[in-house]
T-cell receptor
């Protein structure tokens, strides 16, 4: 089983809204990731959690706030986003260096 | 500075023929390489990987070749099928870097014509 699930599939939010993206994996992977992907571009790493601790923050603005409640779950809390933050947000988990991606959340900020 | 480069933005091949996607890297510390396939509005799907201690890895219709001296890898798809039409990303990492960070190329859009 190499499934990473993400909810919601689509999200439309205003610039003053607070919303959360959720990610779940049951493969026993101890590293989880958030990526942002714009059209026709490669995934851009945002955060890495290793053993439920934040290990990498790629200088992401504070309006994005990650959270890892347990080894299977990863959240991304969103607040006061800008229209340029509209993108596909991908979650991944990894066994060594093979990362397995979820289907993504298509976020539109109005 | 792009450490992983896919110099061909697009590739078109006929169904049944071989597709060859290329990737170059500059960082000699990379020792693990991966290929992902991505359909529009979906997450990337892991295809195949190769460690720097090997020069070839095969999985069904997919074979990855690594030329360390040239810092070049390629993905061969034989035979190509219309369902293979997608964007293909190569990615590189340091296997023992402990960061889990993948460096992606810009992607190559493959179109397989029936």
């Amino acid at each position: 089983d190499t499934e990473v699930t993400q909810t919601p599939k689509h999200l439309v939010m205003g610039m003053t809204n607070k919303k959360s993206l959720k990610c779940e994996q049951h493969m026993g992977h101890r590293a989880m990731y958030w990526y942002k992907q714009k059209a026709k571009k490669p995934p851009e790493l945002m955060f890495v959690y290793s053993y439920e601790k934040l290990s990498i923050n790629e200088s992401v603005p504070s309006r994005f706030s990650p959270e890892c409640p347990n080894s299977s779950l990863l959240n991304l809390h969103l607040h006061a986003l800008q229209p340029e933050d509209s993108a596909l947000y991908l979650c991944a988990s990894s066994r060594r260096n093979e990362q397995f991606f979820g289907p993504g959340t298509r976020l539109t900020v109005l | 500075d792009q450490q992983v480069k896919q110099n061909s933005p697009s590739l078109s091949v006929q169904e049944g023929r071989i597709s060859i996607l290329n990737c170059d890297y500059t960082n000699s510390m990379f020792d693990y390489f991966l290929w992902y396939k991505k359909y529009p509005a979906e997450g990337p799907t892991f295809l195949i990987s190769i460690s720097s201690i090997k020069d070839k890895n095969e999985d069904g219709r997919f074979t990855v070749f690594l030329n360390k001296s040239a810092k070049h890898l390629s993905l061969h798809i034989v035979p190509s099928q219309p369902g293979d039409s997608a964007v293909y990303f190569c990615a590189a990492s340091g296997l023992y870097s402990n960061t889990g960070k993948l460096i992606f190329g810009q992607g190559t859009t493959l179109q397989v014509k029936p």
